[in-house]
């Protein structure tokens, strides 16, 4: 089944400590963005690519995708202060589709399978996102104390991509900056408005590249899946 995807792609990365966007670092022989672009280039059910970017990267936006062959790209619209932002800012310049996904660009390892599962749940119930269970105990503290451990097997982390009905995700991104709520990811938003949001076990090798240590376990993925 086919879809569009959002990628904001317009954050500063300051907790990687680059002094650029750590998107523009290199996995390997190439930019992170690139390994995020090119699953969805090479997935044949994607049918345009949104990259929200900031101003004064664009220009060089647009040579890595002639660079590496990205021709999915549908727009470059400018992202915004926070990511929710940069999300909102490419759900208005896209057209009405069935399925859209939203998925961090910094997350270069996602894989063509899990997007298969996340687009066909999206389209039979509205909303799927991905995540993995909890590995660890999970308590909860407060001034240094605990204060709860809580039921680990009701305890999921939560990835990209987030899949939706596109006028499920167009009215609760509206809904949210109409009252000025801001969510820390889309599942955030539709949840608001009552709707369930499902969710699809995806990969622990689906990391978003954060801080300088994921660079190391980035490069291991890449090699185990050399091999
Ligand atoms: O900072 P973090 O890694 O959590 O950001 C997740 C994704 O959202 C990144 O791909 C980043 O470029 C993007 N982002 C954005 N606009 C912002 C902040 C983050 O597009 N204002």
Same mark, same amino acid.
């Given at each position: 089944m086919q879809y569009e995807v959002v990628l904001p792609a317009a954050g500063s990365g300051k907790r990687m400590g680059a002094g650029q966007n750590k998107l523009f670092l290199l996995l390997e022989d190439k930019p992170i963005l690139i390994h995020t672009l090119e699953v969805f280039q090479d997935?044949?059910?994607? @049918?345009g690519i949104w990259l929200a970017v900031k101003p004064e990267e664009r220009g060089f936006i647009q040579q890595l995708l002639k660079k590496f062959h990205i021709t999915k790209v549908k727009g470059l619209p400018n992202g915004g202060e926070e990511r929710q932002h940069s999300v909102h800012s490419c759900l208005k310049e896209m057209q009405q589709v069935e399925i859209v996904l939203v998925h961090d660009a910094?997350?270069?390892?996602? @894989?063509k399978p899990i997007i298969a599962r996340l687009v066909e749940a999206a389209s039979e119930k509205g909303a799927a996102i991905a995540g993995v269970r909890a590995k660890d105990t999970m308590k909860k503290v407060r001034d240094g104390v605990i204060v709860e451990t809580i039921d680990?097997?009701?305890l999921w982390m939560i990835q990209t991509p987030q899949a939706f009905q596109f006028n499920l995700l167009a009215e609760a991104e509206d809904v949210a900056e109409k009252v000025g709520f801001l969510g820390t990811d889309e599942a955030m938003l539709v949840e608001r408005l009552g709707h369930a949001v499902h969710i699809v076990e995806a990969?622990?090798?689906?990391?978003?590249?954060?801080?300088?240590?994921d660079l190391v376990l980035g490069e291991a993925i890449l090699r185990k899946r050399a091999l």
């Open positions: 997935d044949e059910n994607c @049918t910094a997350r270069p390892f996602i @894989t680990r097997d009701s990969s622990y090798d689906n990391l978003k590249m954060t801080t300088k240590e």
